[in-house]
């Protein structure tokens, strides 16, 4: 299983951006996806989950409204659309295959909200 996020950056409060995580090693149009962020100092804060087909998503209250998750099975890619951000929002994203808290994830890309 290899996981590689993409995407992250520098942005001022307000701001956008796209995370993606490549998807390869597995079937990954079987497996509920997710992300997670880790800010320092912190545990671990799931964030986001898509089903298989994608038709369902779900967000944890902070995020709702402001991040979409998506994800194209045809490109193995699973997406986060990041709207709004706040400094609050930096933090390490990564991508997990399967249970948020136990499966296996990428190295993360790091996000930074800052004026």
């Known amino acids: 299983v290899r996981l590689v996020e993409s995407g992250g950056g520098l942005v001022q409060p307000g701001g956008s951006l796209r995370l993606s995580c490549a998807a390869s090693?597995?079937?990954?149009?079987?497996?509920?996806m997710n992300w997670v962020r880790q800010a320092p100092g912190q545990w671990p804060e799931w964030m986001s989950s898509?089903?298989?087909?994608?038709?369902?998503?779900d967000y944890a209250d902070s995020v709702k409204g402001r991040f979409t998750i998506s994800r194209d099975n045809a490109e193995n890619t699973l997406y986060l659309q990041l709207n709004s951000l706040k400094s609050e929002d930096t933090a390490l994203y990564y991508c997990?295959?399967?249970?948020?808290?136990?499966?296996?994830r990428g190295q993360g890309t790091q996000v930074t909200v800052s004026s």
């Open positions: 898509i089903s298989p087909d994608g038709a369902a998503t």
């Open positions: 090693g597995f079937t990954f149009s079987t497996y509920y």
């Open positions: 997990v295959a399967g249970t948020w808290t136990s499966g296996p």
